[in-house]
């Protein structure tokens, strides 16, 4: 009978031990830091997509002959040789039979020389928003008309690799650089201010 007694005190023991053990585990399971979650990346946001264009843009409004008059930008080229711009002429038409695109004739001096270089700005469902296309999607030119009364001046967003320039653009020489100097300065990029700016308009490039 004390040999009974003492099976089953043995047994009670091992229970208690173990019943113990798998307390203690299953603490320290509890007691082990969760791995939190990383927050979500925010999504990245294109700084031409922070240029809203001007509403309801009349492309036909836009067509004939634009003079450069400034340019703003980061563009370190820009930054560096700015005063250096030689004076250029944008002249838009719409292709007949397509109004998809427009077409841009761009003429301008470089080394004593005419230039006219010919390109196709991309309609997007976006009213104001043009696209020139590279020859590889990340080689488009995202083009915003920002702001314009079709008559007198246009101030354009021109957007590669994510770097922003803005372009102002006038049909004769009138006193628009207030609206240039408050668009360009919300952007915060450095003007380049083209010297002798009537020759912009008096010296005409023709090709």
């Not at 492309?59 to 711009?85: D, E, R």
């Not at 841009?104 to 010919?118: A, D, F, G, P, Y």
């Amino acid at each position: 009978m004390a040999g009974l007694w003492r099976c089953m005190l043995v047994v009670v023991l091992l229970m208690c031990v173990c019943l113990w053990d798998s307390t203690e585990a299953v603490g320290g399971a509890k007691s082990r830091p969760r791995p939190q979650k990383r927050p979500p990346k925010k999504p990245k946001v294109d700084p031409i997509d922070l240029a809203q264009p001007a509403q309801n843009i009349d492309l036909q409004q836009m067509t004939g002959t634009w003079y450069l008059l400034n340019t703003a930008s980061k563009c370190s080229y820009l930054i560096n040789h700015g005063t250096k711009v030689e004076p250029t002429v944008m002249t838009l038409t719409r292709p007949a039979g397509s109004n998809q695109m427009l077409s841009v004739s761009t003429k301008t001096r470089h080394n004593h020389q005419c230039w006219e270089i010919l390109q196709v700005y991309h309609l997007t469902p976006t009213s104001g928003r043009l696209t020139l296309k590279g020859a590889r999607p990340e080689l488009n030119i995202d083009i915003v008309i920002a702001e314009t009364d079709y008559t007198s001046y246009a101030i354009m967003y021109y957007q590669k690799h994510g770097k922003i320039t803005l372009k102002l653009y006038s049909r004769l020489l009138i006193n628009v650089l207030f609206v240039w100097y408050f668009m360009s300065s919300s952007q915060s990029v450095a003007l380049h201010c083209f010297p002798h700016v009537s020759v912009v308009l008096y010296c005409v490039p023709t090709c």
